[in-house]
């Protein structure tokens, strides 16, 4: 942990609500991090497959590995078909060399209809709308296929088209189709179904795709639904492509970025680290165009040359110095094919996969909690090599390390700092950063309430499995997680962001909790954090500068920051409030602001501490928001009570 120094928190007096003065000045401050709210995504347990990545169709490709061999589950046959797996002499693709062979099973009748149906992750959600299919098959048959969306309890047919078959005997031929359910299905226990007539041979399959519509029409997309929560958190960065999914679990299942591009039949897909092997179909160009989408910064992690191994800390795959430079360039050329002019190698390779314009990346992580996992060799020369050869190629670059303090950084670079905490813990940490050396940047890459509050408020997380995590965030975690960022805002000269971690949490296959956003295969079940609300209140409003303050108050228990937009009179005062149980009265006076002055009040709270949103319930995060206007000498009266979190613009 890094040194933290705290401010001084005064004693509380129960029942008795210390009035807090403030006086806010307009010149004076530092400039706050652009970059301040973001988003952690890691591609953990069905969050990119199964999750945000729109893919309807479980295992549609058949991908296995020897960690996890390929299998035919979660597909069925239909109408007495059998169902195989086989590496056809002719593969579709060297990435994808194994497809089902569908036959007419023993006891078949001549002319019936045979094939193979697959219920999706979880569930398929049908609407009125249009759903975008493709396969590819070979084999003789010359009939038609017939692609459909189905209740799996009744049968009932939501939708159904016709394809003709273009099948060859010796080479793979797609099929593409469409469809529009004319209404939806009342629940998402659906199966899509691909089905042939008999008697003309058995059909190969593979890469059977169906894709609903996606976030800003874009083929092999996101889901909306799950992009619109992102784009409401109103976020400036995105660490892409994740934490433990760059590092690989053993020798070479790294994430290699150039494996996750081009045609989707290229990319041959690879073990995670959360037990199942990924499609690969979110890929580095879907990241990057997921930034675009949601208008970010991406944060880019690179590997750094350590395999998680099973968290066999003590033993990890560290890549030896002598190695160490085929990684470098690796990296290099993954900047290059990112951002490089189409002259060069890798900028010609983006080109040709139809993005002749570059894109831009200004910050590079190296590694992913590398103090977890070889400390010693990253220091030694694992940082250094990636650092000093992505420098002296990119010198405007922010290289940030991934250990959480300045072990390695050795006066080169930035930090990523992750904490996982209780809210006890996050709520005596506002002056975390006031004391820190300013001049290194520091990212808040992960923080999240994990677990709920105990009679000694020091006790720190329990990472031994004994203690289960919070399912759901709770409010009280948002409130100190709120005065966790709103000490890092206040430090925004250095702490350049801070994003909440993990993004996404699969209801039917989760692996971490709690999760800032909680999904299933129903759009209509999203849950929406406690946390997220809080989030987005902060994240929604930014100002240029911090805005000095005086006052006679010392923090606790209403921690506070201001700012103001540069020229302006435009301030905006952020509050978050842990622990009293009488109402904190603010009397605050803006530098320039006269009596009559305006402002908006909005205030967040929840029923209680313990409150937290589920699937598909009520969102239990009530906002009020009220108009207040400046008394004699420009001040603006209010108060605050437990666990309010409050942000006041003045205009
Ligand atoms: C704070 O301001 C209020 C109202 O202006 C005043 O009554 C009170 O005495 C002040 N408190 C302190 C500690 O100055
Ligand atoms: C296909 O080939 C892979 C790689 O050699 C092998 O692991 C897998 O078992 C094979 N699958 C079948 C169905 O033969
Ligand atoms: C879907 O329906 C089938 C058939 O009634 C049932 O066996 C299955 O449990 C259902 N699945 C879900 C997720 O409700
Ligand atoms: C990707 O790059 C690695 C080198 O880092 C190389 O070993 C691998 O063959 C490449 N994969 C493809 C498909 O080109
Ligand atoms: C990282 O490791 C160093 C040395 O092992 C230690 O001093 C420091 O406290 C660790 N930092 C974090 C954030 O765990
Ligand atoms: C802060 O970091 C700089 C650059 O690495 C270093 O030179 C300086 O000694 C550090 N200051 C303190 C007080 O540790
Ligand atoms: C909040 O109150 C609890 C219970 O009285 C106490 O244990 C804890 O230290 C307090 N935390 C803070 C940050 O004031
Ligand atoms: C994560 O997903 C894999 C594959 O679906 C599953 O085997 C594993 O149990 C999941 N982990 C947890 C903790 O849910
Ligand atoms: C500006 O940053 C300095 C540290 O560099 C800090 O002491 C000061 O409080 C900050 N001012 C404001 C208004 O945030």
């Given at each position: 942990m890094l040194g933290s120094s705290l401010l001084k928190i005064l004693p509380l007096l129960a029942g008795v609500g210390h009035a807090v003065n403030l006086s806010v000045a307009r010149d004076g401050g530092n400039a706050s991090s652009p970059l301040m709210y973001g988003i952690m995504f890691e591609d953990i347990n069905h969050s990119g497959d199964g999750g945000i990545y729109a893919e309807l169709i479980q295992n549609r490709a058949f991908q296995g590995s020897i960690e996890f061999p390929s299998t035919l589950a979660p597909w069925e046959a239909v109408g007495n078909a059998k169902l195989s797996l086989q590496n056809n002499t002719v593969p579709l693709s060297s990435a994808l060399p194994t497809s089902v062979n569908v036959a007419q099973g023993a006891g078949s009748r001549a002319g019936g209809v045979i094939g193979l149906q697959n219920p999706g992750w979880w569930g398929l959600s049908v609407k009125p709308q249009t759903y975008t299919g493709s396969f590819w098959a070979l084999g003789s048959y010359k009939g038609q296929f017939t692609a459909k969306l189905q209740s799996a309890t009744t049968s009932h047919v939501w939708a159904s088209v016709q394809i003709k078959s273009e099948c060859e005997q010796s080479k793979w031929v797609e099929h593409k189709f469409q469809f529009k359910p004319p209404v939806a299905a009342p629940d998402t226990n659906n199966t899509f179904v691909l089905e042939f007539n008999t008697g003309h041979g058995s059909v190969n399959f593979n890469l059977i795709s169906l894709f609903p519509p996606t976030y800003n029409d874009r083929p092999n997309g996101n889901r909306p639904d799950l992009m619109k929560g992102l784009k409401g958190l109103k976020p400036s960065y995105f660490r892409i492509p994740g934490g433990n999914n760059?590092?690989?679990?053993?020798?070479?299942?790294?994430?290699?970025w150039n494996e996750t591009i081009g045609p989707l039949t290229q990319r041959p897909g690879r073990p995670g680290t959360w037990g199942y092997e990924n499609t690969d179909g979110l890929g580095l160009v879907e990241y990057l165009q997921w930034c675009e989408d949601l208008e970010v910064e991406p944060v880019l992690a690179v590997w750094?040359?350590?395999?998680?191994n099973g968290y066999n800390n003590a033993n990890p795959d560290v890549i030896p110095e002598a190695d160490i430079g085929i990684y470098v360039q690796d990296a290099l050329n993954e900047l290059e094919f990112i951002m490089?002019?189409?002259?060069t190698e890798y900028g010609a390779l983006r080109a040709s996969l139809g993005y002749p314009k570059p894109w831009k990346i200004n910050y590079v992580e190296i590694g992913n909690e590398d103090n977890l996992s070889d400390p010693a060799s990253y220091t030694s020369y694992r940082f250094m090599a990636f650092y000093d050869a992505i420098h002296a190629a990119y010198p405007d670059m922010k290289l940030i390390s991934s250990t959480g303090d300045l072990t390695a950084v050795s006066g080169h670079s930035g930090t990523d700092y992750h904490e996982y905490a209780r809210p006890n813990i996050y709520a005596t940490q506002f002056g975390l950063w006031d004391n820190a050396n300013r001049s290194h940047p520091i990212l808040l890459g992960e923080y999240a309430t994990i677990q709920g509050n105990k009679a000694d408020p020091s006790t720190p997380v329990d990472w031994s499995g004994a203690e289960p995590r919070l399912q759901y965030p709770i409010w009280v975690g948002a409130v100190s997680e709120a005065i966790y960022t709103l000490g890092a805002e206040r430090n925004g000269d250095i702490v350049i962001g801070a994003s909440y971690a993990p993004g996404f949490q699969n209801l039917n296959d989760f692996q971490w909790s709690p999760d800032l956003v909680s999904f299933n295969a129903d759009p209509d079940q999203v849950a929406f954090s406690t946390s997220y609300y809080a989030i987005q209140l902060l994240s929604s409003h930014r100002y240029t500068h911090t805005a000095p303050m005086t006052s006679d108050s010392g923090f606790g228990p209403a921690f506070y920051v201001a700012g103001v937009n540069s020229g302006t009179t435009e301030y905006t005062f952020k509050a978050a409030v842990y622990n009293t149980t009488a109402p904190i009265p603010f009397n605050i006076d803006f530098e320039g602001l006269k009596q009559g002055a305006k402002s908006k009040l909005t205030v967040l709270n929840a029923p209680s501490g313990l409150s937290y949103n589920v699937a598909g319930g009520q969102n239990v995060v009530k906002e009020t928001v009220t108009e207040l206007v400046a008394k004699k000498g420009g001040v603006f009266s209010f108060e605050l009570k437990e666990y309010d979190i409050a942000v006041l613009t003045t205009f």
């Open positions: 760059i590092e690989g679990d053993t020798f070479n299942y790294r994430w290699k750094s040359g350590v395999y998680l490089g002019d189409v002259s």
